[in-house]
């Protein structure tokens, strides 16, 4: 049972490129989350999804397009990638009215240059 | 939604008890209090939750006074290890926030 697995783990950018994460689980979660970590800060929230074909906006969403065409797939999409989005990349699951249900992904470390 | 303030980082030394405490002055009938540790370079994984009164397990303990409006995660007899974040979340929304948590480190 690999949980909730993330590709890739580390990419370096150059400013105006775009590139595409991939977060999949396993769990048959209804509930798919981004999340962007700074250094020496908290979790904010990108974009979610509770359910296939559904996404909205979190605190942060600017810069960012997501997709969820198949329920165990979430895509975070950088169209145009700037230094400001040089971050940790978080993607999580849960079941739906299951806060204590979050499971995480190990994260994808971007730089962007 | 309830809204939850907690420090922005502790300090603690090997051996002892530690108690960070999370405020939701407006928290509502139904809500939960969950509570999340993360590590450096991991994403945070669930420890502790509860409803009212005291909530125990092998990681920490969980007080809820019966106001509820406030909540002390209680670590005992912390270790090197405990070096971590840890997050207050109360009520479950669909787009659930994690916010600032509370930076605790423990020294030798």
């Known amino acids: 049972n690999a949980g909730v697995t993330q590709t890739p783990k580390f990419r370096v950018l150059k400013t105006g490129q775009s590139m595409t994460l991939l977060c999949a689980q396993d769990?048959?979660?209804?509930?798919m989350y981004w999340y962007r970590q700074d250094p020496g800060m908290g979790l904010r929230l990108i974009h979610y999804s509770v359910g296939e074909g559904t996404t909205a906006k979190g605190e942060v969403p600017d810069g960012y397009n997501v997709s969820r065409l198949k329920k165990q797939n979430f895509l975070l999409g950088l169209e145009s990638a700037a230094p400001s989005q040089t971050s940790v990349y978080f993607c999580?699951?849960?079941?739906?009215?299951?806060?204590?249900?979050?499971?995480f992904g190990s994260g994808t470390r971007l730089t962007v240059v | 939604l309830a809204k939850t303030t907690q420090p922005i980082s502790m300090d603690s030394y090997e051996g002892q008890e530690v108690n960070i405490t999370c405020s939701h002055n407006?928290?509502?009938?139904?809500?939960?209090i969950t509570w999340y540790q993360q590590f450096p370079s991991q994403g945070p994984r669930f420890i502790i939750q509860g409803y009212k009164t005291k909530v125990t397990n092998e990681v920490a303990s969980l007080f809820i006074p019966a106001d509820r409006k406030s909540s002390t995660l209680s670590l005992p007899r912390v270790s090197l290890s405990d070096t971590a974040v840890y997050y207050c979340l109360v009520g479950d929304r669909d787009d659930m926030r994690f916010g600032a948590g509370t930076r605790l480190t423990v020294k030798p």
């Open positions: 407006n928290i509502a009938t139904n809500d939960y």
């Open positions: 769990m048959n979660h209804e509930y």
């Open positions: 999580a699951s849960r079941t739906a009215g299951a806060n204590y249900g979050y499971t």
